[in-house]
T-cell receptor
Framework: GENVEQHPSTLSVQEGDSAVIKCTYSDSASNYFPWYKQELGKGPQLIID?????GEKKDQRIAVTLNKTAKHFSLHITETQPEDSAVYFCAASFGRGNKLVFGAGTILRVKS | GAVVSQHPSRVICKSGTSVKIECRSL??????MFWYRQFPKQSLMLMATSNEGSKATYEQGVEKDKFLINHASLTLSTLTVTSAHPEDSSFYIC??????????????FGPGTRLTVL
């Protein structure tokens, strides 16, 4: 079935450094790849997304890259700040009707 | 735009009772909504797709008689956990797709409902 693998499971960086989270998906028909940030006790918040007709997308300190041939995509956060600390989830679309399958999540800790 | 709300934010109930959770799209209409369950320190697992005007479709392994879904209007879907047991305790989150300016349907999530069954 559809599967998304996400690495690493935890990531600690020093404030100001960059953070990279990688995901691999199994369904070659997937064409939409969002990234969500989830803080404790809250719902996921969309931070950036990319569609299969684009290889890279950037929004200020956040960027996502997509390699459809290899079926993997990555989240890049530059100049990390303590408020970036949270759990980050990647997801990939599958089937019909906008369904998403999520990766296992990455706990990002930014140390000041 | 694209705000999704849930009510209640947390609920505690006794084993054997039923609990209803509401999901509303506040500033847009949604013919489809999604219900997820998230256990502590785990990922989101899709439970079912709620369809306005028709039956919900459930993911494999999800008991449709236990998790009743009703999509009453273009802005409201409800999830009822029937005969709840302690193992149903979890964080339930809904989402709704919205086209907006991003092109294509982007899923926006509600704040979640923490269910604790005693």
């Amino acid at each position: 079935g559809e599967n998304v693998e996400q690495h690493p499971s935890t990531l600690s960086v020093q404030e100001g450094d960059s953070a990279v989270i990688k995901c691999t998906y199994s369904d070659s028909a997937s064409n939409y790849f969002p990234w969500y940030k989830q803080e404790l006790g809250k719902g996921p918040q969309l931070i950036i997304d990319i569609r299969s007709n684009v290889g890279e997308k950037k929004d200020q300190r956040i960027a996502v890259t997509l390699n459809k041939t290899a079926k993997h995509f990555s989240l890049h956060i530059t100049e990390t700040q303590p408020e970036d600390s949270a759990v980050y989830f990647c997801a990939a679309s599958f089937g019909r009707g906008n369904k998403l399958v999520f990766g296992a999540g990455t706990i990002l800790r930014v140390k000041s | 735009g694209a705000v999704v709300s849930q009510h209640p934010s947390r609920v505690i109930c006794k084993s054997g009772t039923s609990v209803k959770i509401e999901c509303r799209s506040l500033d847009f209409q949604a013919t489809t909504m999604f219900w997820y369950r998230q256990f502590p320190k785990q990922s989101l697992m899709l439970m079912a797709t709620s369809n306005e005007g028709s039956k919900a479709t459930y993911e494999q392994g999800v008991e449709k008689d236990k998790f009743l879904i009703n999509h009453a209007s273009l802005t409201l879907s409800t999830l009822t956990v029937t005969s709840a047991h302690p193992e149903d305790s979890s964080f339930y989150i809904c989402s709704a797709p919205f086209s907006g300016t991003r092109g294509g349907d982007t899923q926006y999530f509600g704040p979640g409902t923490r269910l604790t069954v005693l």
